[in-house]
Nanobody
Framework: VQLVESGGGLVQAGGSLRLSCVAS????????IGWFRQAPGKEREGVSS????????YYANSVKGRFTISSDNAKNTVYLQMNSLKPDDTAVYYC?????????????????WGQGTQVTVSS
C-alpha cells in the first residue's frame, strides 16, 4: 500500500489550496482515508476523513465550513479542498489509510501513511 500526497505550498491568509492523496495497493474499497496535520512543536491532529465505501465524511471543528474532503474512486484519489486558510492552518499535511471509519481522528488507528506535504499560510 502506498499513499502519495501533493498540492501543498505557500498561500496568503484567506486563500485556497487543494491537496491530493493517491492511494495504491488496496484490493478493495473497505477503507477510510484521513487527512492529518502536524505543526512544529505540536502533536499530529486529525483534520478530516472519508469512508471509501459509503462516502461518509468527518471534520475537525477547527476546519468545518472551510475544508471539504472528496474522493474520486476511479482515480483512487482523495482531495482536501482548503478554503479561507488561516496562519494557524500552517503544518505538514499527511494522508493516511485504515480499515473502517470508527475513531477517524486517532493517529494510532491508521495503518498506512504518506510522506506529507507542507502547507504554509502567511498573514
Amino acid at each position: 500500500v502506498q499513499l502519495v500526497e501533493s498540492g501543498g505550498g505557500l498561500v496568503q491568509a484567506g486563500g485556497s489550496l487543494r491537496l491530493s492523496c493517491v492511494a495504491s495497493g488496496f484490493t478493495n474499497d473497505r477503507y477510510t482515508i484521513g487527512w492529518f496535520r502536524q505543526a512544529p512543536g505540536k502533536e499530529r491532529e486529525g483534520v478530516s476523513s472519508i469512508d471509501r465505501r459509503d462516502g461518509s465524511t468527518y471534520y475537525a471543528n477547527s476546519v468545518k465550513g472551510r475544508f471539504t474532503i472528496s474522493s474520486d474512486n476511479a482515480k483512487n484519489t482523495v482531495y482536501l479542498q482548503m478554503n479561507s486558510l488561516k496562519p494557524d492552518d500552517t503544518a505538514v499535511y499527511y494522508c493516511a489509510a485504515k480499515v473502517g471509519s470508527h475513531s477517524w481522528w486517532l493517529v494510532v488507528a491508521y495503518d498506512y501513511w504518506g510522506q506529507g506535504t507542507q502547507v504554509t499560510v502567511s498573514s
